[in-house]
């Protein structure tokens, strides 16, 4: 999965820390996240994407497993 | 020596960078129970070196540390409850890798034991091999993830 945690960060001009303390989690968290490393679970991932005033699909970008 | 691990390695780096953390106001009371419990069995092993007292008394100190080392497990389970989804993710993969490592160690150690190359184990061995191991396991878990 990958997500654009990142540039909106960037847009907000927010460091890690402080995009962490905003959904209360550690900054090892946020890093994990943006490096893609770690997919956050729903009701941390709803937390991100609130904070930055975006819907889950807007931050979080599914990607479909190739079949056959 | 687990606690002292976990608050090494996971309450204080995390608390210097967020101390708003709810996980971070267990700090305070882990320390203390961590004293007191540290102070119990230092005083029972004190005591077990005494040569005068019965050996139901030594049975009875032998378990005067366990009430404040549960209080102690209550207080770190309860911490990592309180940890965000991603710590807990690095400390269940810390702990699985030190679980098996531990296994193993203990294995080997056997298996050198009946080839007499080593002296029949020290329970205390296994507890230090439990620390070793789980600290490995913190380092290795925590740089997958960065």
């Not at chain 2, 995390?14 to 007191?36: D, E, V």
Request: charged share 15%; hydrophobic share 50%.
């Amino acid at each position: 999965m990958k997500n654009r945690l990142r540039v909106l960060r960037a847009e907000k001009n927010w460091s890690q820390a402080q995009l962490a303390e905003n959904v209360g989690v550690s900054r090892q968290a946020i890093i994990a996240i943006e490096n893609g490393k770690y997919d956050p679970g729903l009701p941390l991932a709803f937390k991100l994407a609130r904070s930055f005033g975006k819907s889950l699909e807007e931050v979080f970008i599914w990607n479909e497993p190739k079949t056959g | 020596m687990y606690t002292l691990l976990f608050v090494v390695f996971e309450i204080l780096p995390p608390f210097m960078q967020n101390p708003s953390l709810p996980a971070r106001k267990s700090f305070a009371p882990l320390l203390l129970t961590l004293c007191l419990a540290s102070i119990i069995d230092l005083g029972a092993g004190w005591l077990l070196r005494q040569p005068h007292l019965t050996q139901p008394a030594r049975v009875l100190i032998a378990f005067l540390p366990v009430p404040a080392n549960l209080v102690l497990v209550a207080l770190i389970v309860g911490t990592i409850r309180k940890l965000d989804e991603f710590l807990r993710h690095v400390h269940l993969e810390a702990a699985a890798i030190g679980f098996l490592l531990t296994g193993l160690a203990v294995f080997v150690y056997g298996y050198l034991q009946r080839a007499s190359a080593l002296p029949p184990l020290n329970v205390g061995i296994v507890w230090l091999f439990m620390v070793l191991f789980y600290g490995i396991g913190y380092v290795i878990a925590a740089r997958h993830y960065r």
